[in-house]
């Protein structure tokens, strides 16, 4: 199993600033995602973190709006950019090593932009 | 291509009642399915998995069987508890890297 470790826990921003969110794993992991899940909603995945190289973004997100490092393999970070009200959401880091091994997951960032 | 339908909720049940909560899949070749459970302002916690078709996942009286012929990963338990109130997301994960996850179903349990 992973412990992970994601700070901050909760945020209020204010809409135009930028937040960013760490991500901590106790043990070097293969894979690293990092998710939003909107009130009352399932997780839409946002990228997929890689070492060494640019995060593998899904549709609908762009780097421009939510860079993301990961300097090495037990740590990531996210950044939401230039903050709107529908940026509120809580962000979710995860990690997951080999093929059939389940996901592992912080307790999520609250984000609220006002 | 690949994808989890789960069960609406909310899901209201009294203590000590049966339950199930209904979960299907789209997947090729032959995926890993789990359930998450989310407690309130907590991230997910891994319920239960099972990698291969008949496998049973079980765990804290919970239970799902891997059906690949009804393509399904029903959730069941026998007895609620008020502490299992929380939400639920069935998963798959396919021979890759990416995970697919239903929406979710609200679980309240009454006493």
């Known amino acids: 199993s992973a412990v992970i470790s994601q700070k901050p826990s909760r945020d209020i921003c204010q809409r135009g600033t930028s937040l960013t969110i760490q991500c901590q794993v106790d043990?070097?992991?293969?894979?690293m995602f990092w998710y939003r899940q909107q009130p009352g909603q399932s997780l839409t995945l946002i990228a997929t973190?890689?070492?060494?190289?640019?995060?593998?973004?899904e549709s609908g997100f762009v780097i421009d709006k939510f860079p993301i490092s990961r300097p090495n393999l037990t740590f990531s970070t996210l950044t939401v950019s230039n903050m709107s009200p529908e940026d509120s959401s809580i962000y979710l880091c995860?990690?997951?090593?080999?093929?059939?091994?389940?996901?592992?997951f912080g307790q999520g960032t609250r984000l609220t932009v006002v | 291509g690949n994808s989890v339908t789960q069960m609406e909720g909310p899901v209201t049940l009294s203590e000590e009642a049966f339950l199930t909560i209904n979960c299907t899949y789209t997947a090729t070749g032959y995926p890993s399915l789990f359930w998450y459970v989310q407690y309130p302002g907590e991230g997910l916690q891994l319920l239960l998995k099972?990698?291969?078709?008949?496998d049973k996942g079980s765990n804290k009286g919970f239970e799902a069987t891997y059906r690949k012929e009804t393509t399904s990963f029903h959730l069941e338990k026998g007895s609620v508890q008020v502490s299992d109130s929380a939400v639920y997301f069935c998963a798959l994960r396919r021979s890759g890297n990416q995970f697919y996850f239903g929406t979710g179903t609200s679980l309240t349990v009454i006493p």
């Open positions: 995860s990690v997951a090593g080999t093929i059939d091994t389940e996901a592992f």
């Open positions: 973190a890689n070492q060494g190289s640019e995060a593998t973004y």
């Open positions: 043990s070097q992991v293969t894979m």
């Open positions: 099972a990698t291969k078709a008949d």
